[in-house]
């Protein structure tokens, strides 16, 4: 794959990754940390699917379930590498199944179903 298609489907995983980042930043400001998981978990596969689906009916590149997994791995690469190692400097987060690893699953169930609808409409 040419790098200019490897650049275009990690920059729609970036943008999801940076919405859900926005949820994680605002949320406490707003509300409490739970209810801001909570938003999140449900925040996360619904910018995920749009995203997803903006991709599949754009460009297309990669299968549905190609895409969930680069959507995911990216997902949980920035997270690890950015919020716990350099934001956090922990990885308690890693510990709730609420804060993390349910979006996770999430994302990569919307992300390739968000691809299948989309390559079902052309």
Request: with cysteine; hydrophobic share 60%; net charge positive.
């Amino acid at each position: 794959m040419k790098a200019g298609k490897v650049i275009i489907i990690l920059l729609h995983a970036f943008i999801g990754w940076l919405l859900c980042g926005a949820v994680m930043g605002v949320g406490p400001l707003l509300m409490s940390m739970q209810t801001t998981l909570v938003v999140h978990a449900i925040a996360a596969p619904v910018f995920f699917f749009i995203i997803s689906f903006i991709y599949h009916a754009k460009f297309n590149y990669t299968k549905p379930l190609v895409t969930a997994l680069i959507f995911v791995g990216f997902v949980i690469f920035m997270d690890f590498m950015v919020v716990a190692l350099i934001i956090e400097r922990n990885f308690e987060m890693f510990a709730s199944p609420l804060g993390t690893w349910i979006p996770f699953v999430l994302i990569f169930f919307a992300t390739c179903g968000a691809g299948r609808f989309a390559q079902t409409r052309q």
